[in-house]
């Protein structure tokens, strides 16, 4: 939806500022800074919507220079931060959010992510349960908590809350995904399968419920199962780096090590820094006895998981 709610503005004149001696840029009216300010903000949206952060947070780094009490601002560039794993920077930017606008479900939702991020469970804990106060029907927020529940064990509860997920809206594939995703991490794997399944019934063309329920087929040895389902995901999605990895190690299991090796090859091109493609290659190659290439893989791996250098 189009957020229209700035009043509109003639371009800003000569009258609207006077020039700084010494200063190529002109001091902005109250009037002008809304309104460039509001711009900045709405183009650094854009950018999020295209995963280029760095250049959304310029954005809203001048947009919050300009006009510093506007919470969208601080909380989408908090945002942004977060995405990018500058877990630190978000906390800071999701507080003032929160200063500004003390019952906003979306900031408490997403800095108790960053808590999670962090390992501060408890702090995620409580600013998810707050959330819930305001928004109980949020999926998202739901969805988090549910995590968070899994990465401190409470894993009955876990799948309770995504039970409640999918009461909400037992036709929204997404929703039966997300618990399949929590079996599979639980390595249980025929539960698993059977919500992916599920998901597929509602979205047949759901590229990554094809992916991950390949992936849970591989992990029970089911091969030519897995490999149709892998091969229907990339079918619909050419470069999805975590379906060609997948591929690639099942096609290993099934003996075609050179096209297992064309697949993992082009994952990492996709991703340099996916460890899981590096382990799988460096195996592959291992049992090739290609030593060296073996060696490099794993080396990267050991960098990329563990910071060896």
């Known amino acids: 939806m189009i957020r229209m709610t700035d009043i509109?503005?003639?371009?800003?004149?000569?009258?609207?500022?006077?020039?700084q001696e010494h200063d190529e840029r002109p001091v902005l009216s109250e009037a002008a800074a809304q309104s460039r300010a509001s711009v900045l903000r709405s183009r650094a949206e854009s950018y999020i919507g295209l995963s280029r952060h760095d250049a959304a947070i310029a954005d809203l780094t001048e947009s919050i220079a300009l006009v510093p009490d506007n919470a969208r601002s601080w909380r989408l560039r908090g945002e942004s931060h977060r995405v990018i794993e500058r877990y630190e920077a978000a906390l800071s930017d999701f507080d003032e959010a929160l200063r500004l606008e003390p019952d906003s479900a979306y900031s408490l939702g997403s800095r108790g992510q960053a808590y999670a991020a962090l390992g501060r469970m408890e702090e995620a804990m409580a600013d998810f349960e707050h959330a819930l106060t305001l928004a109980p029907e949020s999926l998202w927020i739901l969805e988090a908590r549910a995590d968070a529940l899994a990465d401190l064990d409470r894993v009955d509860e876990a799948l309770a809350e995504h039970a409640k997920i999918i009461a909400l809206d037992e036709d929204l594939a997404y929703s039966w995904l997300a618990r399949g995703d929590l079996y599979q991490r639980l390595q249980l794997y025929p539960e698993a399968i059977a919500d992916y399944t599920r998901a597929l019934e509602l979205d047949p063309v759901y590229v990554r419920a094809l992916g991950r329920r390949g992936e849970a087929l591989r992990m029970i040895d089911r091969y030519e199962e897995a490999l149709a389902d892998l091969n229907q995901a990339l079918d619909l999605e050419p470069d999805n780096d975590r379906a060609l990895g997948s591929?690639?190690?099942?096609?290993?299991?099934?003996?075609?090590?050179?096209?297992?090796?064309?697949?993992?090859?082009?994952?990492?091109?996709?991703?340099?820094?996916?460890?899981?493609?590096?382990?799988?290659?460096?195996?592959?190659?291992?049992?090739?006895?290609?030593?060296?290439?073996?060696?490099?893989?794993?080396?990267?791996?050991?960098?990329?998981?563990?910071?060896?250098?």
């Open 8 to 19: 509109q503005l003639d371009s800003p004149s000569m009258s609207e500022g006077i020039f």
């Open 247 to 309: 591929r690639g190690a099942v096609l290993s299991e099934l003996g075609d090590n050179e096209a297992a090796l064309k697949d993992l090859d082009r994952a990492v091109e996709l991703d340099e820094e996916y460890v899981w493609a590096y382990r799988v290659r460096g195996e592959i190659l291992q049992e090739l006895e290609r030593h060296e290439e073996a060696v490099a893989d794993f080396t990267r791996a050991l960098e990329l998981e563990f910071g060896d250098s």
